[in-house]
């Protein structure tokens, strides 16, 4: 009785190679970004939990900061806010809003939280702060960023909506300088919005579900590619 034997077409081969790549590569991508995500979330702990520095930060590595606790003492400059565009919570459009808060060494904008959009885009929310002097206490952090910069328009009136401001943007609009960085305003802080901040929107778990997933379609593919060339050597004439 005539064996079974190994014998795959190039194509079938050369297929399998690329695919199994692109799997595998996919897999170890979501490994990498699950460590990443893990790191942030460790460093977002850590930060609100250490002693904290007091803003401005002058000539400070702020990157090498992200999600310290920082406190700040000054007034809001309540008639020239910011309202960062096209922030989502639960499903739902809205804005998170960036107040000035003025000190004696200089501004930093302080996220009081996020609030909900009204339908009607000319309609805006009432996020009326005092101007009374204040200590605020919250954690650094960047301003939102993409990878095409800012793309925000002149503007007019306040508040203003932009979406991905620069601190240099803000600052020419308000006609001071501004920290290139914002306040993230703790939970217990007062004059605050909804404030539920984390780091990432997708948790190390679910990047390493994806992973899983990847892998197994690699091994997936390894066994269909072996099962369907495993096969029985065609039968000669003097075969019966």
């Known amino acids: 009785m005539p064996s079974r034997r190994f014998h795959p077409p190039w194509w079938a081969t050369l297929g399998t190679l690329v695919l199994g790549g ?26 609100a939990r250490a002693a904290a520095l007091p803003a401005p930060l002058a000539g400070t590595d702020t990157g090498r900061l992200r999600y310290h606790a920082i406190v700040a003492r000054g007034r809001y400059d ?39 959009a009204d339908p009607d885009r000319n309609r805006l929310p009432d996020i009326t702060v ?52 914002q306040l993230l305003l703790g939970p217990g802080e007062p004059d605050g919005l909804r404030r539920d901040w984390r780091p990432a929107q997708m948790t190390p778990q679910q990047n390493l579900g994806y992973a899983v997933q990847w892998f197994a379609l690699a091994v997936a593919l390894v066994v269909i590619y072996a099962v369907l060339n495993w096969r029985k050597p065609a039968a000669g004439p003097g075969d019966s």
């Open 22 to 47: 692109v799997f595998t590569g996919a897999g170890f991508w979501q490994l990498e970004r699950a460590g990443e995500r893990q790191a942030l979330l460790d460093t977002f702990d850590s930060g």
């Open 78 to 116: 309540a008639a020239h806010q910011v309202l960062l565009d096209a922030r989502t919570r639960d499903g739902r459009a809205g804005y998170e809003v960036l107040t000035p808060l003025l000190t004696d060494a200089g501004a930093i904008l302080v996220n009081r939280g996020w609030v909900r």
């Open 130 to 181: 005092g101007d009374g002097e204040r200590t605020v206490r919250g954690l650094l952090d960047q301003l939102p960023r993409t990878a095409l910069g800012s793309d925000n328009g002149p503007g007019s009136g306040w508040p203003r909506r932009l979406l991905y401001p620069r601190a240099a943007d803000i600052g020419a609009a308000l006609g001071y300088p501004v920290a290139d960085y």
